[in-house]
Every structure is written in structure tokens, then in C-alpha cells.
């Protein structure tokens, strides 16, 4: 599977490129053996439902609600934007997982731009 991690739901980069970056991209991510592409982000899940369905993924994708940030602290890639007023959330990353193991990581490197963990470079990381 792919996990891709982003810093907040309906922002711009996540909702303008990002997701609509993995949607176009999908089936390349099928054929190459990839069963589920995951959306993380510390958000709660009515958010992320919401959010989910304006980005008109229907099951192409599966939005991860990590309210508390447990799941992005476990990972390590907190980022504290409370200086935005947003509080500590998820760093925009990548991840290729064979059976839960990290296979590839690309993290982005300020934590919210968008190049190492764009749908065009994971493809070439699976």
C-alpha cells in the first residue's frame, strides 16, 4: 500500500495537487501491485468524510482521520504549525508498505511542500 500524509484537509496544496495528484495516477499505482493508496491527516473523520467526498475519491481512495496525532506521532513526522494557529500536525510525506514494513519514505523537507511526495515520484519508488 501507499500512505501518503498530509499537514491539513480542504487546504490548497493538499486539495488542489496532492489527492488529485493520486487520483489521476491510481490505476499506474494498481498495476504496479499497489491494492490501497491511504490519505492521513490530523483531522477528525467527519472532516476527513467531508472531505473525502468533495474530493470525489469514492473507494480510489481511503481518508485516514488522525485526530489526536497518535498515529503521526508514532510515525515521527509531527509539525507543529501553531504559530498558523493549526496546532501540531502531519508532515506531507509518502510511503511505500509491504506488509506494514516501510519499503520507501519521502518526506518532505520544510514539511509542507509538495516534491518529494508527489504521486509521480511514489510511482517510481514502488
Same mark, same amino acid.
Given at each position: 500500500? +501507499? %500512505?501518503?500524509?498530509? #499537514?491539513? *484537509?480542504? !487546504? #490548497?496544496?493538499? !486539495?488542489?495537487?496532492?489527492?488529485?495528484?493520486?487520483?489521476?495516477?491510481?490505476?499506474?499505482?494498481?498495476?504496479? &501491485?499497489? =491494492?490501497?493508496? *491511504?490519505?492521513? *491527516? +490530523?483531522? =477528525?473523520?467527519?472532516?476527513?468524510?467531508?472531505? /473525502?467526498?468533495?474530493?470525489?475519491?469514492?473507494?480510489?481512495?481511503?481518508?485516514? *482521520?488522525?485526530?489526536?496525532?497518535?498515529?503521526?506521532?508514532? @510515525?515521527?513526522?509531527? @509539525?507543529?504549525? !501553531?504559530? /498558523? @494557529? @493549526?496546532?501540531?500536525?502531519?508532515?506531507?510525506?509518502?510511503?511505500?508498505?509491504? =506488509?506494514?514494513?516501510?519499503?520507501? /519514505?519521502?518526506?518532505?523537507?520544510? &514539511?509542507?511542500?509538495?516534491?518529494? !511526495?508527489?504521486?509521480?515520484?511514489? %510511482?517510481?519508488? +514502488?
Amino acid at each position: 500500500m +501507499v %500512505l501518503i500524509g498530509l #499537514p491539513a *484537509a480542504f !487546504s #490548497p496544496t493538499c !486539495s488542489e495537487k496532492h489527492v488529485p495528484g493520486y487520483l489521476a495516477h491510481i490505476e499506474e499505482f494498481k498495476k504496479k &501491485g499497489i =491494492d490501497k493508496v *491511504a490519505v492521513l *491527516a +490530523v483531522n =477528525d473523520f467527519f472532516t476527513m468524510k467531508a472531505w /473525502a467526498k468533495t474530493q470525489g475519491v469514492g473507494t480510489k481512495l481511503t481518508f485516514l *482521520a488522525d485526530g489526536n496525532g497518535e498515529m503521526t506521532k508514532a @510515525l515521527g513526522v509531527e @509539525l507543529d504549525l !501553531s504559530k /498558523a @494557529l @493549526l496546532g501540531v500536525r502531519c508532515k506531507r510525506f509518502s510511503m511505500v508498505l509491504e =506488509d506494514g514494513v516501510v519499503k520507501a /519514505a519521502a518526506i518532505e523537507p520544510d &514539511g509542507t511542500g509538495y516534491t518529494v !511526495s508527489s504521486a509521480e515520484n511514489t %510511482l517510481k519508488q +514502488v
